[in-house]
Antibody, heavy 115, light 110 residues
Framework: EVQLLESGGGLVQPGGSLRLSCAAS????????MTWVRQAPGEGLEWVST?????????YYAASIKGRFTISRDDSKNTVYLQMHSLRVEDTAIYFC???????WGQGTLVTVSS | QAGLTQPPSVSRVLRQTATLTCTGN????????AAWLQQHQGHPPKLLFY???NRPSGISDRFSVSRSGNVASLTITGVQPEDEADYYC???????????FGGGTKLTVL
């Protein structure tokens, strides 16, 4: 059974940093690109970042977070990360990780940026 | 970066057919098609279709998709109370190298 489990969310002050993790199981992790998508309270889905399979170096970012967030993956741990710096109030959202063409999703982790 | 365009809301009477649209351009929807996701309140999204008419296992055949140029459509035949949800389309933009989402359509079943 495919499972994605996000962690690392919480309350952080504006300008602060957080690292989100998404632990994957139930499939061959190295075969799939992985994506972070976020959803602000009461709002729609917003794509954040995608990292391709490790043998490809491609990483993609939304303009709204480019230069502040970094996606990475550790294939030895079946985990994808989202390192977030210079957080803003508008980054407040539930952050989901998803596999490939969004065929599996985690339950999400809430990030709240507030003073 | 402007997203894909979806109508904010659609209402249908029980057992009617609902068609939801998603408008992009030749770099995204018109290129590789769109994914469609369903999201019930308080739950993560669920994939209904991806690529060109690829339905994951377990998705009801009451759901179908089509595309005409830069407009993708999701049709729900005989809407049921459990179909009441938010529906999102998403497509990879080849020119911008980003994924794009539509703003979502809230389907209400009357």
């Amino acid at each position: 059974e495919v499972q994605l489990l996000e962690s690392g969310g919480g309350l952080v002050q504006p300008g602060g940093s957080l690292r989100l993790s998404c632990a994957a199981s139930g499939f061959t992790f190295t075969d799939y690109p992985m994506t972070w998508v976020r959803q602000a309270p009461g709002e729609g889905l917003e794509w954040v970042s995608t990292v391709h399979r490790s043998r490809f170096t491609d990483r993609y970012y939304a303009a709204s977070i480019k230069g502040r967030f970094t996606i990475s993956r550790d294939d030895s741990k079946n985990t994808v990360y989202l390192q977030m710096h210079s957080l803003r109030v508008e980054d407040t959202a539930i952050y989901f990780c998803a596999r490939d063409w969004y065929d599996y999703w985690g339950q999400g982790t809430l990030v709240t940026v507030s003073s | 970066q402007a997203g894909l365009t979806q109508p904010p809301s659609v209402s249908r009477v029980l057992r009617q057919t609902a068609t939801l649209t998603c408008t992009g351009n030749s770099d995204n929807v018109g290129n590789e098609g769109a994914a469609w996701l369903q999201q019930h309140q308080g739950h993560p999204p669920k994939l209904l279709f991806y690529g060109n008419n690829n339905r994951p296992s377990g998705i009801s055949d009451r759901f179908s998709v089509s595309r005409s140029g830069n407009v993708a459509s999701l049709t729900i035949t005989g809407v049921q109370p459990e179909d009441e949800a938010d529906y999102y389309c998403s497509a990879w933009d080849d020119r911008l190298s980003i994924w794009m989402f539509g703003g979502g359509t809230k389907l209400t079943v009357l």
